[in-house]
């Protein structure tokens, strides 16, 4: 790779981070580009010759999180025995960006409607492996069932992320509410778990 390619490579993962890190402080919504491209130290048209649009940039981010995030699960599938195991490493991964993904369940329902498309396609990819492992487990749930637990799940922890202010002053809303969800959710499945979350 020649140096000019390696540099744009480094440009771009730079802007990327620096866009993460101001998205979680100021939101995705009320972060100006300028101050993306002002805090990462390059030149404002610099950020629009890697990124198309703002919304372009918001989804690369979001793409890398839940593309870690979803490697994660993919890996934890062929260890983990049970759901429950994995839903409690997956909320361990939450614990870990909630910062993140907490500013991201405020604003979503704010966004421009073809980026909530993308990113409910994004977020469709997460609950696909928990559909796969419940459907593997629990033969007697049908497909319906399956569908309304993960609903449950997913707006349950959306719901303490997007209102962790009313619930917690520091520290993460999910930790608090960690084996509640998992206990929960394991009824609602038929799966039994004892696990405490720390």
Not at 27 to 42: M, R
Not at 127 to 135: A, E, G, L
Not at 163 to 191: A, H, L, P, R
């Amino acid at each position: 790779m020649n140096k000019r390619v390696q540099q744009k490579r480094e440009t771009r993962n730079l802007l990327l981070k620096t866009a993460k890190q101001c998205f979680v402080q100021d939101g995705f919504l009320n972060t100006p580009v300028g101050k993306i491209s002002a805090e990462a130290g390059v030149a404002h048209g610099t950020l629009f010759s890697h990124f198309k649009n703002k919304d372009t940039l918001i989804l690369e981010v979001i793409d890398i999180e839940m593309g870690e995030i979803g490697e994660a699960i993919q890996d934890l599938l062929n260890q983990a025995e049970e759901v429950c195991d994995i839903l409690y490493q997956y909320l361990t991964l939450i614990i870990q960006e909630e910062p993140f993904f907490a500013v991201l369940a405020k604003e979503t329902p704010f966004y421009s409607i073809e980026l909530r498309r993308k990113l409910i396609f994004r977020d469709s990819v997460i609950r696909s492996y928990f559909f796969q492992k419940i459907s593997e487990e629990n033969i007697e749930l049908s497909k319906g069932e399956i569908t309304s637990a993960l609903n449950w799940l997913f707006g349950t922890i959306n719901y303490y992320l997007a209102n962790k202010e009313m619930y917690v002053q520091t520290g993460s809303v999910i930790e608090k509410f960690c084996t509640s969800i998992i206990k929960t959710f394991g009824k609602i499945i038929g799966d039994v778990y004892e696990k405490n979350c720390n």
